[in-house]
């Protein structure tokens, strides 16, 4: 029970109490007031009634029809229940009576109210000689009267005097504890790792002090969250940047291209060029620095612009004089559409110093790739495709020739479209689960990846088909498919992510199917986690904020996949609030290598203050599975922790 309810009852109870107190006084005192009132006007009737009957006492052997006629006469004209005239033996004279009746007054009033009549007396006398006693009691029905119309407006100032009271108290309470409420707020934020700032200080001296070392206190988790995360970019700058265009280096290649191939999907496949500027050493000494690097900087503004229309696309400095794209989802074609607007651009921007230098030139190699590559071939293919190219002693880029094998199918749309549909309607889509364990062998969950089955049975892996779902319009009704799956497999006990596309959740048709979804599961607790890559996530935040909103709103887990630190502030954590974070090996190790442990040691810093778990991923042996170990990290995913499996 909160604070405020607390205060508020135990003073509605006193100020209730107390109010109810003085409204019992004043009408027990109404009540004794009426009493006297009727024993006096039962006196004085009796005292003068008396009076006149002593005047008029008949005779011996005389009747009363005298006095008779005077206590008529007083029973008829006033209020009385009773008039009764006996002698002093207590003999009965005269009796008038009346019995008591009133109306509009309930029985349980007059039942329970204990109103006393009271009963006057006076003595009737002769000269010296006693007569009798004259007793005069008058009706309750008026005291009654008096009475309910005093308790009723009692009750009605006892409801509008609580009503104010309990109203004043209320507004009153609410402005003294609403910086109270403030530092409730805070404490919830923080757990929440939001970070809120009371600008409004009570007056009140104790919440004055509470609120002022509650800022003092957000600000400091505030400013460590902010100087480790600024660490963690600023390491991250020197361990995968070159300094001099601000590309990514060797390492960052390494590391992208193997979290590339890892994910399992339409970007595991596509297209890598390495190129080379011959003799590059030699035309510095000729041309000098400056003008080389000039022409280095602006060859490296020219990667980003020829490649800004590809997802995912990595541009790198491998070293001085060499260069690369890694083209995620990119053909052939469409790659050398890229290669060739690059080098006209490139042409263009050439100053005429280097254009004096006929050995300057640019070679280039491209080749393949696909999730079944291993790193150095497809570097071995480059390497070989660039050599043929160097061999033109010119301005070229050569393309690796291609080994057609069975995941390249040349199909029609149509064909296609008949493909996917049957798939969706026939349970041809199916889920690959790769488990991620701790180093105890527990399994934290496991990840689904995108596999479609034809009707003989051939299972093909989503770089194959997921192109085609684009063309042909049909990714929302894979994704909803998937996410069906997904739910019938939870269902059975499987804790399973699925990875969620930027173009499902832009769609608000697809999230209100996904809401009505989750509704009617509430009840089955079930563990299914949502992730995306951190690609998607940058580049589409405020959709994704939303959508982490929802789902953790139903209890399941939101996670970011294929990590990495760009240029965007690492404060989209914060927002997100992930469950966990997914990166390749390589991203942990290099960090906790290169950068002495301190590096890694901010990350871990940042990463425990917002309460995400790291899970590192495409782990393929026993000495990558140790030297995540001493870092440490325990949750790994990866060949080597187990393959995909249907």
């Given at each position: 029970?909160?604070?405020?309810?607390?205060?508020?009852?135990?003073?509605?109870?006193?100020?209730?109490?107390?109010?109810?107190?003085?409204?019992?006084l004043?009408?027990?005192?109404?009540?004794?007031?009426?009493?006297?009132?009727?024993?006096?006007?039962?006196?004085?009737?009796?005292?003068?009634?008396?009076?006149?009957?002593?005047?008029?006492?008949?005779?011996?052997?005389?009747?009363?029809?005298?006095?008779?006629?005077?206590?008529?006469?007083?029973?008829?004209?006033?209020?009385?229940?009773?008039?009764?005239?006996t002698?002093?033996?207590?003999?009965?004279?005269?009796?008038?009576?009346?019995?008591?009746?009133?109306?509009?007054?309930?029985?349980?009033?007059?039942?329970?109210?204990?109103?006393?009549?009271?009963?006057?007396?006076?003595?009737?006398s002769?000269?010296?000689?006693?007569?009798?006693?004259i007793?005069?009691?008058?009706?309750?029905?008026?005291?009654?009267?008096?009475?309910?119309?005093?308790?009723v407006?009692?009750?009605?100032?006892?409801?509008?005097?609580?009503?104010?009271?309990?109203?004043?108290?209320?507004?009153?309470?609410?402005f003294?504890?609403?910086?109270?409420?403030?530092?409730?707020?805070?404490?919830?934020?923080?757990?929440?790792?939001?970070?809120?700032i009371?600008?409004?200080?009570?007056?009140?001296?104790?919440?004055?002090?509470?609120?002022?070392?509650?800022?003092?206190?957000?600000?400091?988790?505030?400013?460590i969250?902010?100087?480790?995360?600024?660490?963690v970019?600023?390491?991250?700058?020197?361990?995968?940047?070159?300094?001099?265009?601000?590309?990514?280096?060797?390492?960052?290649?390494?590391?992208?291209?193997?979290?590339?191939?890892n994910?399992?999907?339409?970007?595991?496949?596509?297209?890598?060029?390495?190129?080379?500027?011959?003799?590059f050493?030699?035309?510095?000494?000729?041309?000098?620095?400056?003008?080389?690097?000039?022409?280095?900087?602006?060859?490296?503004?020219?990667?980003?612009?020829?490649?800004?229309?590809?997802?995912?696309?990595?541009?790198?400095?491998?070293?001085?004089?060499?260069?690369?794209?890694?083209?995620?989802?990119?053909?052939?074609?469409?790659?050398?559409?890229?290669?060739?607007?690059?080098?006209?651009?490139?042409?263009?921007?050439?100053?005429?110093?280097?254009?004096?230098?006929?050995?300057?030139?640019?070679?280039?190699?491209?080749?393949?790739f696909?999730?079944?590559?291993?790193?150095?071939?497809?570097?071995?293919?480059?390497?070989?495709?660039?050599?043929?190219?160097?061999?033109?002693?010119?301005?070229?880029?050569?393309?690796?020739k291609?080994?057609?094998?069975?995941?390249?199918?040349?199909?029609?749309?149509?064909?296609?479209?008949?493909?996917?549909?049957?798939?969706?309607?026939?349970?041809?889509?199916k889920?690959?689960?790769?488990?991620?364990?701790?180093?105890?062998?527990?399994?934290?969950?496991?990840?689904?990846?995108?596999?479609?089955?034809?009707?003989t049975?051939?299972?093909?892996?989503?770089?194959?088909?997921?192109?085609?779902?684009t063309?042909?319009?049909?990714?929302?009704?894979?994704?909803?498919?998937?996410?069906?799956?997904?739910?019938?497999?939870?269902?059975?006990?499987?804790?399973?992510?699925?990875?969620?596309?930027?173009?499902?959740?832009?769609?608000?048709?697809?999230?209100?199917?996904?809401?009505?979804?989750?509704?009617?599961?509430?009840?089955?607790?079930?563990?299914?986690?949502?992730?995306?890559?951190?690609?998607?996530?940058?580049?589409?935040?405020?959709?994704?904020?939303?959508?982490?909103?929802?789902?953790?709103?139903?209890n399941?887990?939101?996670?970011?996949?294929?990590?990495?630190?760009?240029?965007?502030?690492?404060?989209?954590?914060?927002?997100?609030?992930?469950?966990?974070?997914?990166?390749?090996?390589?991203?942990?190790?290099?960090?906790?290598?290169?950068?002495k442990?301190?590096?890694?040691?901010?990350?871990?810093?940042?990463?425990?203050?917002?309460?995400?778990?790291?899970?590192?991923?495409?782990?393929?042996?026993?000495?990558?599975?140790?030297?995540?170990?001493?870092?440490?990290?325990?949750?790994?995913?990866?060949?080597?922790?187990?393959?995909?499996?249907?």
């Amino acid at each position: 029970m909160t604070l405020f309810k607390q205060i508020a009852i135990v003073f509605s109870m006193f100020i209730i109490l107390i109010i109810a107190s003085v409204m019992y006084l004043n009408f027990t005192s109404a009540n004794q007031f009426i009493q006297n009132q009727l024993y006096a006007t039962s006196e004085d009737t009796a005292t003068s009634l008396g009076l006149s009957l002593s005047m008029n006492i008949p005779s011996e052997g005389e009747n009363l029809a005298t006095m008779e006629t005077i206590i008529n006469a007083i029973f008829d004209r006033g209020y009385y229940e009773s008039i009764i005239l006996t002698d002093m033996e207590g003999h009965t004279l005269i009796e008038n009576k009346n019995s008591v009746k009133v109306k509009n007054i309930p029985d349980w009033f007059i039942r329970d109210i204990d109103l006393q009549i009271p009963t006057a007396k006076s003595q009737i006398s002769s000269g010296w000689m006693p007569y009798g006693i004259i007793s005069v009691k008058l009706h309750g029905g008026h005291a009654y009267t008096q009475l309910w119309n005093i308790f009723v407006e009692i009750l009605q100032t006892f409801a509008v005097l609580v009503s104010t009271v309990l109203a004043i108290l209320y507004f009153l309470l609410k402005f003294i504890l609403k910086s109270l409420k403030g530092v409730e707020d805070q404490a919830i934020a923080i757990t929440n790792n939001d970070f809120i700032i009371q600008e409004t200080i009570p007056f009140t001296t104790e919440f004055k002090n509470v609120v002022k070392g509650m800022n003092k206190m957000v600000k400091k988790v505030k400013d460590i969250f902010e100087h480790e995360a600024l660490m963690v970019q600023k390491y991250n700058d020197l361990l995968y940047n070159d300094q001099d265009t601000g590309m990514g280096n060797r390492k960052f290649f390494s590391l992208r291209l193997s979290s590339l191939l890892n994910q399992q999907d339409a970007k595991s496949g596509g297209t890598i060029v390495i190129f080379v500027l011959n003799n590059f050493f030699e035309t510095k000494k000729i041309v000098g620095y400056k003008i080389l690097s000039n022409y280095v900087n602006r060859l490296a503004e020219l990667f980003y612009e020829t490649t800004n229309e590809v997802e995912e696309r990595v541009v790198t400095r491998l070293k001085d004089s060499e260069f690369s794209m890694i083209l995620p989802e990119t053909n052939y074609e469409k790659a050398e559409k890229i290669v060739d607007d690059f080098l006209k651009e490139a042409d263009k921007a050439l100053p005429d110093e280097l254009r004096k230098i006929s050995e300057f030139y640019i070679s280039g190699g491209a080749t393949y790739f696909d999730e079944k590559d291993k790193q150095k071939d497809i570097l071995a293919r480059a390497d070989f495709a660039l050599s043929t190219a160097k061999m033109k002693s010119e301005t070229n880029v050569h393309f690796h020739k291609i080994i057609n094998d069975e995941s390249l199918m040349e199909l029609g749309q149509e064909e296609w479209y008949r493909l996917i549909t049957t798939a969706i309607k026939k349970d041809g889509i199916k889920l690959a689960l790769q488990a991620v364990k701790d180093d105890n062998g527990k399994i934290y969950h496991n990840e689904a990846y995108l596999r479609m089955s034809n009707e003989t049975g051939t299972i093909y892996p989503a770089r194959v088909f997921m192109p085609m779902l684009t063309a042909l319009n049909l990714i929302d009704e894979v994704d909803k498919k998937v996410i069906d799956v997904a739910l019938k497999l939870a269902q059975r006990g499987t804790n399973i992510a699925i990875n969620i596309t930027a173009s499902f959740i832009k769609n608000s048709e697809n999230i209100y199917w996904l809401e009505d979804i989750f509704k009617k599961s509430t009840t089955l607790n079930l563990k299914i986690a949502f992730e995306s890559s951190n690609y998607a996530i940058v580049h589409n935040l405020d959709n994704y904020n939303n959508f982490s909103k929802l789902i953790q709103k139903y209890n399941y887990e939101f996670g970011i996949d294929n990590f990495s630190i760009t240029d965007t502030s690492l404060s989209y954590l914060q927002e997100l609030k992930p469950a966990y974070i997914k990166a390749n090996k390589s991203f942990y190790i290099d960090m906790y290598d290169e950068g002495k442990n301190s590096s890694y040691e901010s990350f871990n810093i940042l990463t425990k203050s917002l309460d995400i778990k790291v899970i590192a991923t495409a782990v393929e042996n026993q000495e990558e599975s140790d030297s995540l170990k001493e870092i440490p990290i325990s949750l790994m995913q990866g060949a080597f922790i187990e393959e995909p499996t249907l």
